[in-house]
């Protein structure tokens, strides 16, 4: 019996050693300890010793059940934290590993010199508006000073979708639809950025679809030098303190007087590509509200003027940013959008 005992004991121990993992170990356990197996087997065999043999034995059998459970013991420590390692080592982050960038787009220049110039004319106290693309002929002409048969509607080639309604021309419109909202009562004061479309064969400098940003100020003793004030802020503010405007005599249907509006070209003067050697860069039609639009609009010509500007978005960037063509802004070229990012 002594013999049959030790054979168990090293029998379990290899087994305990050989065993690769808790499963394993866990199975040598039920197999050696548990109630079925052979220590107990053995114990139940005490019953035939005799009575000298029998403390002895169970001595004997207590050493090795203890023997084998510590040995369990230790293992399983040794098996649970190889487990633990394994876990950690798997789990481990390289934190010495270059990040893969997140790739975050940009504005588009258009929509950045719209909202730079937005911003700069709400710190001027203005809100900013906007209007239908498809729009009625009465708005985007008739109320505009432009009557159905007027020639000066030829400045402006016009898609049409029906006889009344049509794509905007330009953003004048939103002009007549605020001063309707203000039902006559001033002061009107907007910003107004919008797509406009005119039916033009596209090439460097023409779209059949651009973008506009009109601006309108109506209030009693609205004056020409309040224009050209405003304008001259925007210009220096938009291009460079040491730049200048100045006023040629132009006509539009919806101004009296109309004025084409040219700031001093960045050569100062000298003359280049760009002001065509003139010094000068045309960038925006003015002038100062139509007292029939005001009348239209339903405001009294003899208590309010006013005035309004309207300029192109990409005629601003293309001077802002040295775009010489305006296709790039529509074409969608990551190349020519990533210049304008602000995160590289
Ligand atoms: N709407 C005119 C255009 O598109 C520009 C303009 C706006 C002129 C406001 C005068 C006043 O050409």
Redesign the pocket.
Known sequence: MEQKLKELQSQALEKIAAAANLKELNDVRVAYLGKKGPVTEVLKGMGKLSAEERPKMGALVNVVRETISKSIEEKQELLEAAAIEQQLAQESIDVTLPGRPVKQGSHHPLTRVAEEIEDLFIGMGYTVAEGPEVEQDFYNFEALNLPKDHPARD??DTFYITPELLMR????PV?VRTMQKHEGRGPVKIICPGK?YRRDSDDATHSHQFA?I?GLVVGENIRMSDLKGTLDVFAKKMFGEDREIRLRPSF?P??EP?VEVDVSCMCGGKGCSICKGTGWIEV????MVHPNVLEMAGFDSNKYTGF????GQERIAMLKYGIDDIRHFYTNDLRFLKQFSVHE
Do not use: D, I, N, P
């Open positions: 400045m402006q021309t330009h953003t004048s002009q406009v506009q009109e539009f919806f101004t109309s925006l039609g003015a002038g309004a500007f309207g300029m």
